[in-house]
């Protein structure tokens, strides 16, 4: 079955302006999370939703939301770019919230700020 | 709050040896699980091997295996038999498994590792 599909892949976007990022989870996956991936600070957890609501937040601002849709789909926004936006975006789908269950990761989307 | 670290950087292996790639973690939890993911130029996340710390046996998948101390709170990753594909960035990664975190991993800052031929 297909994997999960974030999009766009890559993204060049001004600073100010403000982004919304895709992920489409496996089929019949009901939880989607979204991590940052920056070389200075590693993997950092943004949130998670399942059946569309936010069960999680990471240590966030507030220019950073999301959604997830009723096929599960979702999108994070990020408002008022700032230059230390500029990541990886990695979102992972799995069955359900618990912790036992497999997560699987996209390919990300690689997002710079200029 | 729950710390990941991973303490080498990188490392590199030559084709058919074997690499041990550390992990330690701090947490005040009992249950937990344990993971080490594999991330190639490709850029997706994969699953290396998964661990319970409920379970005092290590887990293995093929040449890939893992030593857990759960007292030293110490999780590494042992690949046996190193291939070329085998390059990549590896992460330790910890789930504590409560009803408010579900599937929010805290990660390590990886260790490259380099297969050479």
């Given at each position: 079955k297909a994997g999960v599909t974030q999009t766009p892949r890559y993204l060049i976007k001004t600073r100010g302006q403000q982004v919304t990022l895709s992920c489409s989870p496996i089929s019949g996956h009901r939880s989607v999370s979204w991590y940052q991936q920056t070389p200075g600070q590693g993997l950092q957890f943004l949130f998670e939703y399942f059946s569309e609501t936010q069960r999680n937040k990471g240590?966030?601002?507030?220019?950073f939301s999301g959604r997830q849709f009723s096929n599960s789909r979702s999108e994070m926004n990020v408002s008022?770019?700032?230059?230390?936006?500029?990541a990886l975006y990695l979102c992972a789908s799995s069955h359900?919230?618990?912790?036992?269950t497999e997560a699987f990761f996209g390919q990300g989307t690689r997002l710079t700020v200029v | 709050a729950q710390t990941v670290t991973q303490s080498q950087p990188e490392m590199s292996v030559q084709e058919a040896e074997t690499v041990t790639l550390s992990c330690t973690y701090d947490t005040s939890e009992n249950n937990y699980y344990l993971f080490w993911y594999k991330q190639p130029p490709s850029r997706q996340m994969i699953l290396v091997i998964r661990q319970e710390a409920y379970k005092q046996q290590n887990a293995t998948e093929n040449r890939f295996s893992v030593n857990f101390q759960k007292a030293a709170k110490s999780f590494s990753l042992k690949i046996s038999d190193?291939?070329?594909?085998?390059t990549a960035m590896y992460f330790c990664a910890f789930i504590k498994p409560t009803s408010n975190t579900g599937n929010q991993f805290y990660f390590g800052t990886g260790t490259s590792l380099t297969v050479i031929p």
């Amino acid at each position: 079955k297909a994997g999960v599909t974030q999009t766009p892949r890559y993204l060049i976007k001004t600073r100010g302006q403000q982004v919304t990022l895709s992920c489409s989870p496996i089929s019949g996956h009901r939880s989607v999370s979204w991590y940052q991936q920056t070389p200075g600070q590693g993997l950092q957890f943004l949130f998670e939703y399942f059946s569309e609501t936010q069960r999680n937040k990471g240590n966030f601002p507030g220019r950073f939301s999301g959604r997830q849709f009723s096929n599960s789909r979702s999108e994070m926004n990020v408002s008022t770019l700032e230059l230390g936006d500029s990541a990886l975006y990695l979102c992972a789908s799995s069955h359900t919230f618990r912790a036992n269950t497999e997560a699987f990761f996209g390919q990300g989307t690689r997002l710079t700020v200029v | 709050a729950q710390t990941v670290t991973q303490s080498q950087p990188e490392m590199s292996v030559q084709e058919a040896e074997t690499v041990t790639l550390s992990c330690t973690y701090d947490t005040s939890e009992n249950n937990y699980y344990l993971f080490w993911y594999k991330q190639p130029p490709s850029r997706q996340m994969i699953l290396v091997i998964r661990q319970e710390a409920y379970k005092q046996q290590n887990a293995t998948e093929n040449r890939f295996s893992v030593n857990f101390q759960k007292a030293a709170k110490s999780f590494s990753l042992k690949i046996s038999d190193s291939q070329l594909g085998d390059t990549a960035m590896y992460f330790c990664a910890f789930i504590k498994p409560t009803s408010n975190t579900g599937n929010q991993f805290y990660f390590g800052t990886g260790t490259s590792l380099t297969v050479i031929p």
